[in-house]
T-cell receptor, first 111, second 113 residues
Framework: AQKITQTQPGMFVQEKEAVTLDCTYDTSDPSYGLFWYKQPSSGEMIFLIYQGSYDQQNATEGRYSLNFQKARKSANLVISASQLGDSAMYFCAMCGTALIFGKGTTLSVSS | EAQVTQNPRYLITVTGKKLTVTCSQNMNHEYMSWYRQDPGLGLRQIYYSMNVEVTDKGDVPEGYKVSRKEKRNFPLILESPSPNQTSLYFC????????????FGQGTRLTVV
C-alpha cells in the first residue's frame, strides 16, 4: 500500500531563514510522482513543486526545492529565505495509483 | 484562465437533506476526483473518474455519489448528509491519473447540523 508520512505537525521559522519540511513515502510502484502543495488560511490548494521517480536531479521552483532521496524514500521540501507569506499548511503528496496526501505541516514564519 | 470551479464555497445544511456540490473544469482534463479534508487527517480521496461515464471509489466513498456525464463536470452528491460529513471538500482535475499535477478547486466548506 502507498503511504505518505509528514512527522512535523508544526514548524516555526524567522523571516529570511531556510526551512525544511519533512516527507517520507512508501510505495512498491517503480513509477510515481511526488508533489508539494501549499494551503494558506484562505483554504485553496496551491501546487508548488513536482518530482518524478525517475528524475535524476532534484526539482527546483524559485525559492522551493525538493530534496529527493530515493533510497531513503524521502522528499523533503526546502524553502529558502522564508517570507511572512509562506505561513501556511504544506502537504506532501504522492501520485502512483492515486494521489495520496500526508497529514500536513503548519509553517509559521515570524518577523 | 485554466481553472476548476466548485460551488457553493460554503454550505450549512440539515441532516438528511440531499445536496449536490458542483465541480467544473475548463482544461479538458480526463481525470477528476473529490477529496475531503479533516483536521489531522490530510486529504482523503472520496471518488475519482478517469473519463466520461467511468467512476470509481476512493478511500472514503461511504455516503457519497458522483456522476460524470460530461467531461468537464463531476458533481458530488450527498443523498442523506450526516454530521460526520461536515468537512472541507476539494474537487481536482488532471490530465491523467499518475504523475501529473492536480489542479484544485477553491474548496467547499460543508457543515451538516
Amino acid at each position: 500500500a502507498q503511504k505518505i508520512t509528514q512527522t512535523q505537525p508544526g514548524m516555526f521559522v524567522q523571516e529570511k531563514e531556510a526551512v525544511t519540511l519533512d516527507c517520507t513515502y512508501d510505495t512498491s510502484d517503480p513509477s510515481y510522482g511526488l508533489f508539494w502543495y501549499k494551503q494558506p488560511s484562505s483554504g485553496e490548494m496551491i501546487f508548488l513543486i513536482y518530482q518524478g521517480s525517475y528524475d535524476q536531479q532534484n526539482a527546483t521552483e524559485g525559492r522551493y526545492s525538493l530534496n529527493f532521496q530515493k533510497a531513503r524514500k524521502s522528499a523533503n521540501l526546502v524553502i529558502s529565505a522564508s517570507q511572512l507569506g509562506d505561513s501556511a499548511m504544506y502537504f506532501c503528496a504522492m501520485c502512483g495509483t492515486a494521489l495520496i496526501f500526508g497529514k500536513g505541516t503548519t509553517l509559521s514564519v515570524s518577523s | 484562465e485554466a481553472q476548476v470551479t466548485q460551488n457553493p464555497r460554503y454550505l450549512i445544511t440539515v441532516t438528511g437533506k440531499k445536496l449536490t456540490v458542483t465541480c467544473s473544469q475548463n482544461m479538458n482534463h480526463e481525470y477528476m476526483s473529490w477529496y475531503r479534508q479533516d483536521p489531522g487527517l490530510g486529504l482523503r480521496q472520496i471518488y475519482y473518474s478517469m473519463n466520461v461515464e467511468v467512476t470509481d471509489k476512493g478511500d472514503v466513498p461511504e455516503g457519497y455519489k458522483v456522476s460524470r456525464k460530461e467531461k468537464r463536470n463531476f458533481p458530488l452528491i450527498l443523498e442523506s448528509p450526516s454530521p460526520n460529513q461536515t468537512s472541507l471538500y476539494f474537487c481536482a482535475s488532471s490530465t491523467g491519473r499518475v504523475n501529473t499535477e492536480a489542479f484544485f478547486g477553491q474548496g467547499t466548506r460543508l457543515t451538516v447540523v
